[in-house]
Protein backbone atom coordinates (compact mmCIF):
# COMPACT_ATOMS: atom_id res chain seq x y z
CA UNK A 1 0.00 0.00 0.00
CA UNK A 2 2.13 3.24 -1.32
CA UNK A 3 -0.26 6.06 -0.56
CA UNK A 4 2.29 8.62 -2.14
CA UNK A 5 1.69 6.93 -5.24
CA UNK A 6 -2.07 8.12 -5.14
CA UNK A 7 -1.70 11.76 -4.10
CA UNK A 8 -3.18 14.49 -6.89
CA UNK A 9 -1.06 17.66 -6.86
CA UNK A 10 -3.31 19.62 -4.19
CA UNK A 11 -2.91 16.67 -1.81
CA UNK A 12 0.79 16.62 -2.16
CA UNK A 13 1.38 20.45 -1.99
CA UNK A 14 -0.87 21.05 1.37
CA UNK A 15 1.30 18.38 2.54
CA UNK A 16 4.43 19.09 1.60
CA UNK A 17 3.10 22.87 2.80
CA UNK A 18 2.05 21.24 6.72
CA UNK A 19 5.42 19.91 6.76
CA UNK A 20 7.73 22.29 6.11
CA UNK A 21 5.53 24.76 8.51
CA UNK A 22 5.68 21.90 11.19
CA UNK A 23 9.39 21.82 10.69
CA UNK A 24 9.79 25.81 10.35
CA UNK A 25 7.57 26.28 14.13
CA UNK A 26 10.03 23.53 15.63
CA UNK A 27 12.91 25.20 14.45
CA UNK A 28 12.09 28.36 16.13
CA UNK A 29 10.32 26.72 19.11
CA UNK A 30 13.54 24.52 19.84
CA UNK A 31 16.62 26.58 21.12
CA UNK A 32 18.79 22.86 20.72
CA UNK A 33 19.34 20.03 19.40
CA UNK A 34 16.98 18.24 21.76
CA UNK A 35 14.57 21.23 21.56
CA UNK A 36 14.00 21.25 17.68
CA UNK A 37 14.21 17.40 17.70
CA UNK A 38 11.09 17.04 20.78
CA UNK A 39 9.43 20.08 19.36
CA UNK A 40 9.38 17.90 15.63
CA UNK A 41 8.00 14.86 17.65
CA UNK A 42 4.72 16.83 18.52
CA UNK A 43 4.68 19.23 15.68
CA UNK A 44 4.57 17.14 12.63
CA UNK A 45 1.91 14.48 13.84
CA UNK A 46 0.17 17.89 15.04
CA UNK A 47 0.01 19.35 11.97
CA UNK A 48 -0.89 16.16 9.76
CA UNK A 49 -3.94 15.89 11.82
CA UNK A 50 -6.39 17.93 9.59
CA UNK A 51 -5.47 15.66 6.32
CA UNK A 52 -6.52 12.28 7.97
CA UNK A 53 -8.12 11.11 4.92
CA UNK A 54 -6.08 11.06 1.20
CA UNK A 55 -8.30 9.56 -1.31
CA UNK A 56 -9.58 6.16 0.37
CA UNK A 57 -7.12 6.06 3.17
CA UNK A 58 -6.98 6.92 6.17
CA UNK A 59 -3.89 8.49 7.63
CA UNK A 60 -2.74 8.13 11.65
CA UNK A 61 0.69 9.82 12.04
CA UNK A 62 2.62 9.94 15.66
CA UNK A 63 5.69 10.83 16.51
CA UNK A 64 8.50 9.35 19.21
CA UNK A 65 11.20 11.31 20.73
CA UNK A 66 14.26 8.52 21.28
CA UNK A 67 16.80 11.05 22.15
CA UNK A 68 19.50 8.95 23.97
CA UNK A 69 17.21 6.02 24.67
CA UNK A 70 17.19 3.21 23.66
CA UNK A 71 20.92 2.55 23.39
CA UNK A 72 22.36 -0.12 21.47
CA UNK A 73 26.22 -2.14 20.50
CA UNK A 74 26.90 -4.15 17.67
CA UNK A 75 30.23 -5.67 16.57
CA UNK A 76 32.97 -3.44 15.86
CA UNK A 77 31.97 -0.31 18.12
CA UNK A 78 34.21 1.89 19.03
CA UNK A 79 31.96 2.72 21.93
CA UNK A 80 30.34 0.87 24.35
CA UNK A 81 26.63 1.99 23.06
CA UNK A 82 25.07 4.39 21.06
CA UNK A 83 21.57 6.22 21.00
CA UNK A 84 19.52 4.31 18.04
CA UNK A 85 17.90 7.87 17.28
CA UNK A 86 16.33 10.82 17.91
CA UNK A 87 13.10 11.00 15.78
CA UNK A 88 10.80 7.92 15.54
CA UNK A 89 8.23 9.47 13.36
CA UNK A 90 5.05 6.86 12.82
CA UNK A 91 2.10 6.18 10.53
CA UNK A 92 -0.84 3.61 10.00
CA UNK A 93 -2.23 3.89 6.36
CA UNK A 94 -6.14 2.27 6.40
CA UNK A 95 -7.31 1.35 3.24
CA UNK A 96 -11.69 1.18 2.72
CA UNK A 97 -11.38 -2.80 3.83
CA UNK A 98 -9.92 -1.89 7.06
CA UNK A 99 -6.29 -3.33 5.94
CA UNK A 100 -3.57 -1.72 7.51
CA UNK A 101 0.02 -0.70 7.04
CA UNK A 102 2.76 0.60 8.33
CA UNK A 103 5.66 2.04 8.27
CA UNK A 104 8.32 4.15 10.54
CA UNK A 105 11.49 6.54 9.85
CA UNK A 106 13.88 7.12 12.25
CA UNK A 107 16.04 9.92 12.21
CA UNK A 108 19.83 10.71 13.98
CA UNK A 109 19.74 14.44 14.32
CA UNK A 110 22.72 16.48 13.90
CA UNK A 111 23.80 20.30 14.31
CA UNK A 112 26.20 20.90 11.14
CA UNK A 113 27.81 23.95 9.76
CA UNK A 114 27.67 23.52 6.34
CA UNK A 115 26.65 20.53 3.61
CA UNK A 116 28.08 17.97 2.74
CA UNK A 117 28.53 17.29 6.55
CA UNK A 118 31.31 14.96 7.70
CA UNK A 119 29.55 12.73 10.27
CA UNK A 120 30.55 12.97 13.91
CA UNK A 121 30.08 9.33 15.01
CA UNK A 122 31.58 6.72 13.44
CA UNK A 123 29.81 3.87 15.19
CA UNK A 124 26.53 6.11 14.50
CA UNK A 125 27.26 5.98 11.18
CA UNK A 126 28.14 2.44 10.61
CA UNK A 127 24.90 1.66 12.01
CA UNK A 128 22.61 4.05 9.65
CA UNK A 129 25.39 2.26 6.77
CA UNK A 130 25.22 -0.93 7.39
CA UNK A 131 22.47 -2.06 10.04
CA UNK A 132 24.29 -5.04 11.15
CA UNK A 133 22.53 -6.88 14.06
CA UNK A 134 22.83 -4.92 17.04
CA UNK A 135 21.53 -5.92 20.64
CA UNK A 136 19.85 -3.07 22.84
CA UNK A 137 22.12 -2.68 25.87
CA UNK A 138 19.18 -1.51 28.30
CA UNK A 139 15.31 -1.04 29.64
CA UNK A 140 12.53 -2.83 28.14
CA UNK A 141 14.28 -4.66 25.58
CA UNK A 142 17.84 -5.10 27.10
CA UNK A 143 19.60 -8.28 25.30
CA UNK A 144 17.63 -8.43 22.84
CA UNK A 145 18.96 -8.74 19.48
CA UNK A 146 17.78 -7.10 16.22
CA UNK A 147 18.50 -7.48 12.62
CA UNK A 148 16.81 -4.87 9.92
CA UNK A 149 15.93 -5.77 6.61
CA UNK A 150 13.72 -4.24 4.73
CA UNK A 151 13.37 -2.93 0.34
CA UNK A 152 12.98 0.21 1.83
CA UNK A 153 15.32 0.54 4.92
CA UNK A 154 17.71 2.63 3.98
CA UNK A 155 14.83 5.43 2.83
CA UNK A 156 13.33 4.81 6.44
CA UNK A 157 16.60 5.68 8.80
CA UNK A 158 18.31 8.93 7.73
CA UNK A 159 20.53 11.54 8.80
CA UNK A 160 18.19 14.98 10.14
CA UNK A 161 20.66 17.76 9.29
CA UNK A 162 20.58 21.08 11.29
CA UNK A 163 21.97 24.32 10.70
CA UNK A 164 23.78 25.54 13.56
Known amino acids: MNILNELDALTSLQLEIMIYRAIEEAIITGQNEPGIVAALTKK ?3 SLKSLTKIG ?7 GIFVHQT ?3 KFNGMQKTSIEIGDLLLLNTIIDQRGNRSRRAMLFQAKMVDALPATPDNGDQHDLYEKWPLYTYVHGALQNQHRYITAPDLHLAAKYLLLNK
Do not use: A, F, N, R
Not at 56 to 62: A, R, V
Open 70 to 72: PKV
Open 56 to 62: KYTLITG
Open 44 to 46: IPE
